[in-house]
């Protein structure tokens, strides 16, 4: 888009803000304990107030109450959402950015205040708005649009019962993308991410094939002795290219560490802490900490080593407290 | 030996693109805009340029960027490795070819949709960048991903051994904003932060939090160099190298040197400084102002004591002196740095230099800075130089 | 389910919820989006996710919003009013996954007798499904202290 189209653009859409959806609905459903009785038993919960009549009506709730969470379901659309859905204002507003090529579409989020407890015999009306179109951002999934939509909830009396914000992204999908691209594998079941290997060369192959039968090997120079890792073909001590190894005890000390918060990476297990350790023999290894709190980890912490498989696909050392 | 680098080259013309988070636009365009801006600046024409540099980690050939930008012959071409390390690298680099007269007019450049495009907060999990996939091997089976992971590695040890407290990264955060609350050009243009602020954002890896890393950002940064002869003729006053060096210390890896005897150190730094400081003759007592690489708060510190504005492991103290304040002994990142101007791997921050020597920087506006130190991004092979007025 | 309902003067800043394991299948998935009314075609149609991009039909958002409230209420038990519940989305559902939801109790307010408790639902192929808090009031006993 040239920087004048985008403007007609977001001129186009912002003018779409403040716009009701559609008119003010009632629900196609009263509150009923049978709606109740259905998504209580598939959400598996067992509260009383929602199912147990002589139960609840003992209670502070004086009777039957629906799930708060609930409160959405009372107005959906129904079976037509799947062939013939209605074509109010928002369908409108999705179809203008579908045209400049914002064709996914994200919920992300959702913030509901739920003012009374609703019962068995209240009537639902929904009414929402446009209320809001962000400026463009760039998001992981691609650039794109955040909508805000507001519905207001009233009963028979016309008394707010609850809102719902609801904040849906507009997207043009990026080509990269991440997991959730999906790899479709013949069962349809994406296959579960694994850690990211190291690839294997000349240098370090043997190494990480050692790992793989559970060993962890610190290369030798043959002939002067001194160790070194991670490998590499030459000593820089004698500069002999001849070298063999020795097996590590995996007997350690925390020399630093880091736990990870955040980008959260697929694959693997958090929390998630990494750290320098200096092995018994002399040399260093980056590993993960595994066995305790992240918060019991520091700096001097005695450590044991083992090679464990920590996914399908991968054998990794891993180093817990000593004691 | 001592380089025979002073006086040899002047930067005379600075420029940048907008910063921002989606530029909509490619990065050879964003690269052919700082040049020219660059060119504009000094009052040269693109048929002047005959050399360029810019980081191995940049998409835009310098073929390509000469032939947007109209360019003749160019007699010298040349790229600097290890990300930010090469920001400072890139003056190195057109120093040394103007000083031997490889050639007489060179910019350096650096543009990358660094936000909408390729994210390095996103980790070596992908594509990799640069160098060999087999030294990131060591590394990501255990998630030590991200320039932040490797960089907290080095921090958490710097905290255990020195003073270094929260109060003195959020006082390095926060003065960087401070900065660029009052410059049009950074991210963070009318938009303070408080302490607040500061403490509740997300932690990203321990010990470092959202504020403790740089913006993503979009643009593109170019400075132009000639013969300090050339110069004299041209718009703007030049301003001198002094000195300009780059070092790989012993045992340095790519963001990773975990093996060496001691790690809350950057080593290639002191020795960088050590040079810059003898070709040029100066000490730090003749340093006005400064542009550190400030890629996360943690590493301004390190380079404080590697350039010896205080002793090691006294970098705290010094910033939470009011050092890098407008008024403190070391005016530092007076742009808002790439915290809070914008992340263009340390080129951005050349420019802030000129102006600072310029006497042009917004947050510096009346004071007479003879000297300011650029330095490059640290972890990896890095390098600094020496800014001086011409007479 | 807890069955007797914590008092607001028994719940701490701090307090952690016991985590929640929940198995993901396709009857939960397609079930739980019929009794919300959603009929969307993507939560019930594998076609119809795959177009969208994804393996096979995803949990929809009054199903992750409902078990924000029922992991909640869950500990606080059935004379407890839940009052508002805000969700951040992340990383889709599907059969096959599993969600562990963990919670805190982040924020007390002594005037409404209102206890914020941030949520966490995380997946254990993609990681973050969905983040966020559950304001939920409990009843107080200002009596039963002064016994």
């Known amino acids: 888009m040239t920087p004048e189209e985008r403007k007609a653009f977001e001129d186009k859409v912002h003018a779409y803000v403040g716009r009701e959806v559609n008119a003010p609905q009632k629900g196609k459903d009263d509150v009923n304990k049978a709606m109740i009785r259905h998504w209580a038993e598939v959400m598996g919960d067992e509260n009383p107030a929602y199912t147990d009549e002589e139960y609840a009506a003992k209670s502070s709730k004086g009777g039957i109450i629906a799930p708060p969470s609930m409160l959405q379901i009372w107005s959906m659309e129904g079976y037509p959402m799947a062939h013939n859905p209605s074509q109010d204002v928002q369908r409108e507003l999705h179809n203008v950015f579908d045209e400049h090529g914002f064709a996914g579409v994200l919920g992300t989020n959702t913030s509901a205040e739920y003012y009374r407890d609703l019962r068995p015999g209240d009537e639902v009306h929904a009414h929402t708005v446009i209320d809001k179109i962000s400026e463009q951002k760039a998001t992981q999934r691609g650039i794109g649009y955040f909508i805000e939509t507001v519905t207001n909830f009233t009963d028979q009396n016309d008394e707010a019962v609850g809102k719902i914000i609801f904040r849906v992204l507009k997207f043009t999908p990026n080509d990269s993308n991440d997991a959730t691209g999906g790899d479709d594998s013949d069962d349809g079941m994406p296959e579960a991410p694994t850690r990211i290997a190291s690839p294997r060369g000349h240098d370090n192959k043997w190494w990480w094939d050692a790992v793989d039968e559970g060993k962890v090997l610190i290369q030798r120079c043959k002939s002067c002795q001194t160790l070194r890792h991670p490998p590499r073909p030459m000593c820089g001590e004698c500069q002999s290219i001849e070298w063999d190894s020795i097996e590590s005890t995996l007997d350690g000390e925390v020399f630093s560490f880091t736990e990870l918060h955040y980008p959260k990476f697929p694959g693997y297990q958090y929390p998630l802490v990494c750290a320098v350790i200096s092995l018994g023999e002399g040399t260093r290894i980056i590993s993960n900490i595994v066995g305790c709190e992240p918060e019991d980890v520091y700096i001097g912490m005695k450590v044991k080593g083992k090679v464990e498989q920590v996914d399908e696909k991968t054998m990794l050392p891993q180093f817990y407290p000593a004691d | 030996m001592v380089a025979d680098i002073k006086d040899k080259a002047a930067i005379v013309g600075v420029g940048s693109t907008e910063f921002s988070k989606n530029s909509g636009r490619s990065d050879l365009s964003l690269a052919a805009e700082a040049c020219k801006a660059a060119l504009d600046d000094a009052g040269l024409k693109p048929k002047d340029v005959d050399g360029m540099v810019t980081f191995t980690m940049d998409m835009n050939e310098e073929v390509d960027v000469a032939r947007a930008l109209g360019c003749d012959d160019l007699t010298f071409y040349s790229r600097v490795p290890y990300g930010g390390g090469a920001a400072t690298g890139c003056l190195h680099q057109a120093a040394m070819a103007i000083a031997t007269g490889m050639a007489e007019t060179v910019v350096c450049y650096r543009a990358l949709n660094g936000r909408s495009g390729h994210r390095y907060s996103e980790g070596v999990s992908g594509d990799l960048i640069t160098g060999s996939a087999i030294h990131y091997g060591w590394y990501t089976p255990y998630g030590l991903l991200t320039p932040t992971s490797w960089v907290a590695m080095y921090h958490k040890r710097y905290m255990h051994l020195t003073d270094c407290t929260e109060d003195v990264m959020f006082e390095i955060a926060h003065a960087t904003r401070e900065y660029a609350v009052n410059n049009p050009a950074a991210f963070f243009y009318k938009r303070p932060f408080t302490r607040e602020d500061y403490d509740n954002a997300k932690k990203i890896c321990d010990p470092l939090k959202l504020y403790d890393c740089c913006q993503e950002s979009d643009g593109g940064s170019a400075v132009v160099l000639t013969t300090p002869e050339r110069a004299k003729d041209l718009k703007q006053p030049g301003v001198l190298i002094k000195g300009v060096a780059q070092c790989s210390g012993k045992d340095q890896e790519e963001m990773t040197s975990f093996y060496r005897p001691e790690i809350a150190a950057i080593p290639e730094m002191d020795i960088a400084a050590k040079m810059a400081y003898e070709q040029s003759g100066l000490t730090p007592d003749d340093i006005d102002a400064a542009v550190i690489y400030d890629a996360f708060t943690a590493i301004v510190l390190w380079q404080l004591e590697s350039w010896g504005f205080c002793e090691q492991g006294k970098a705290g103290e010094f910033v939470l002196s009011g050092a890098l304040r407008p008024d403190g002994r070391l005016p530092t990142n007076t742009h808002g740095g790439q915290l809070s101007e914008a992340y263009i791997h340390g080129v951005n921050g050349i420019v802030e230099a000129v102006r600072l020597t310029r006497g042009t920087s917004v947050n510096q506006p009346k004071k007479d800075v003879n000297h300011v130190l650029v330095t490059s991004g640290v972890g990896v092979p890095t390098g600094g130089a020496l800014l001086g007025k011409m007479d | ?147």
């Open chain 3, 1 to 147: 389910m807890n069955k007797e309902t914590l008092q607001y003067q028994d719940v701490a800043v701090g307090d952690k919820l016991p985590p929640l394991e929940i198995d993901i299948s396709s009857s939960l998935i397609i079930g739980a989006a019929i009794a919300s009314r959603d009929f969307t075609p993507v939560h019930h149609d594998k076609k119809a996710a795959q177009e969208c991009g994804l393996p096979d039909v995803f949990m929809n958002i009054l199903t992750s919003n409902g078990f924000m409230g029922r992991f909640v209420t869950d500990w606080a038990g059935p004379e407890s009013t839940v009052k508002g519940i805000d969700i951040k989305l992340g990383a889709p559902n599907l059969p096959g996954f599993v969600m562990t939801v963990t919670g805190e109790v982040t924020a007390k307010n002594d005037d409404t007798g209102v206890v914020e408790v941030g949520v966490m639902g995380e997946n254990n192929v993609w990681g973050m499904h969905m983040g966020g808090s559950v304001r939920i009031e409990l009843p107080k006993s200002d009596q039963q202290g002064e016994v």
